[in-house]
């Protein structure tokens, strides 16, 4: 009975703390490329909404005034939430990073704006992975390079020594010489190159219906790519 009293006097007096729930920050995924046309609207929605369809909160940003991904999330039919904040400037990039730094969510996907290096500098600075889409043509190969000097100046300037970086050869056709040689010159960069999203005309038709690859054909050949994709981007962010 002693014994009894004892343990239970010592719970009454044992200090209480508040119960705070750890929330690990969110996965950053920049869909980034300083040309235009290479598919990294189509690449940015469907990969943030097949990451969304294994039951994770994606928030997807878009960073591009042209406003691509906007436009597709504004008809009411993604599984993702989303936002446009076009990144043209200091104040933008600051607003970016509180804006990722709040976001509860598992994976925040950045579709950042062609042409504004500052802006594709920016997002590889916060960025945990950034991709980078490539077309199969000699104009895409150039401003690849400049994109790659731009993610080692972000490596340079982060502690951590990151981001990761995955090249996806975009918008492919392997009836073309260059479809079918495009990974081989790819991998003179240097950086990993991911599964391929090849030309498919169910992209731009999903687009049109303002609904997402898994949702306008599942199981196509055009959802098999962005499955792939999905599977390497976890993969690479998991080591």
Known sequence: MLDLVTRTITDYFRPTYPKYAFREPASVIAVVNLKGGCGKSTIAVNLACELASGGDNVLLLDNDSQASSSHWLAQGRLPIRGEFMPLE?????????????SANSRYVVLDAPAHVEAATQAAGKIADLVLVPVTASGIDLVATQAAMGLIARARSARRSGGPSCLIVPSKIDRRTDAGRQIEQQLRLFGEPVGPAVHQRTAFADA??????????????AAHYDISLLAIAVKRILRT
Do not use: M, T
């Not at 400037?89 to 730094?101: K, T």
């Not at 687009?207 to 898994?214: D, E, K, S, T």
């Open 89 to 101: 400037n200091d104040e933008d990039g600051e607003r970016l990073v509180r804006a990722v730094a």
């Open 207 to 220: 687009f049109g219906a303002g609904q997402w690859i898994g949702d306008y054909a599942p199981q196509s």
